[in-house]
């Protein structure tokens, strides 16, 4: 069965300083990963997400992340935090099935932004 | 173009009674997901729907059932509400396969007197 971690509950960073979120997955093989951020009472964007290839993957927002196989992770880092980035971020993990796209979350992490 | 779309954005039930909550998909989706958010923690997948039909579901119990429509929209309807239903319930569609990414409405937040 697949799993997520998201070791952080909480991670408070000061606007223009740099974040890193980590997340760490249980699969068989490799999946697919996702990030996804959620702001109060709104839905899950998605922010980046990575199937194949290049194991750094760029998102939206300035967001990127790393997906690592021997470390089983996939952290997602910001050079430089904006207040607006406030929010809570979501890892999550996909099998790699023909058909069907059933996501599995992590706890999450919520972030906190210092002015 | 629309986004996913659910209905309603509220909801207050008591225990005992059931509920149906909507969900319309992104313009060119024929795959609908739904998960439950309870205050604090992650989405957890309830289940998937496509070709009208429940191809993947989760640790959830009977009481939770869905439909698709025809025109891929969907409906999540759980009977008998425990006070552990409070939650956000959020859907996602997404076309169909496992590397296809799901787009996600802003939910029903359903509360349980």
């Known amino acids: 069965a697949q799993s997520v971690t998201q070791p952080d509950i909480h991670i408070t960073v000061s606007e223009g300083a740099s974040l890193e979120l980590r997340c760490n997955y249980s699969?068989?093989?490799?999946?697919?990963l996702f990030w996804y951020v959620q702001s109060p009472g709104q839905g899950l964007q998605l922010l980046l997400k990575?199937?194949?290839?290049?194991?750094l993957v760029q998102g939206i927002k300035g967001f990127e992340a790393e997906f690592k196989r021997s470390q089983s992770s996939f952290n997602l880092r910001k050079p430089s935090v904006h207040w607006s980035d406030a929010a809570e971020y979501f890892c999550?993990?996909?099998?790699?099935?023909?058909?069907?796209?059933?996501?599995?979350f992590g706890g999450g992490t919520r972030v906190l932004v210092k002015p | 173009d629309a986004g996913v779309t659910q209905s309603p954005t509220h909801l207050i039930k008591t225990r005992g009674q059931q509920v149906t909550l909507r969900c319309s998909p992104k313009?060119?989706?024929?795959?609908v997901s739904w998960y439950q958010q309870a205050l604090g923690q992650g989405p957890q997948f309830i289940f998937q729907?496509?070709?009208?039909?429940?191809?993947q579901r989760g640790n959830f119990p009977d009481r939770f059932s869905g439909h698709q429509f025809p025109n891929y929209s969907s409906e999540l309807n759980v009977n008998a509400l425990l006070l552990g239903d409070s939650a956000l319930y959020l859907c996602?569609?997404?076309?169909?396969?496992?590397?296809?990414?799901?787009?996600f409405g802003d939910g029903t937040r359903l509360s349980i007197l």
């Open positions: 729907y496509y070709e009208e039909e429940e191809r």
């Open positions: 996602a569609s997404s076309l169909r396969g496992g590397n296809q990414p799901q787009h």
């Open positions: 990575y199937f194949s290839g290049d194991t």
């Open positions: 313009s060119g989706h024929d795959t």
């Open positions: 999550a993990v996909g099998a790699r099935k023909a058909a069907g796209n059933k996501l599995t």
């Open positions: 699969y068989g093989a490799t999946p697919y």
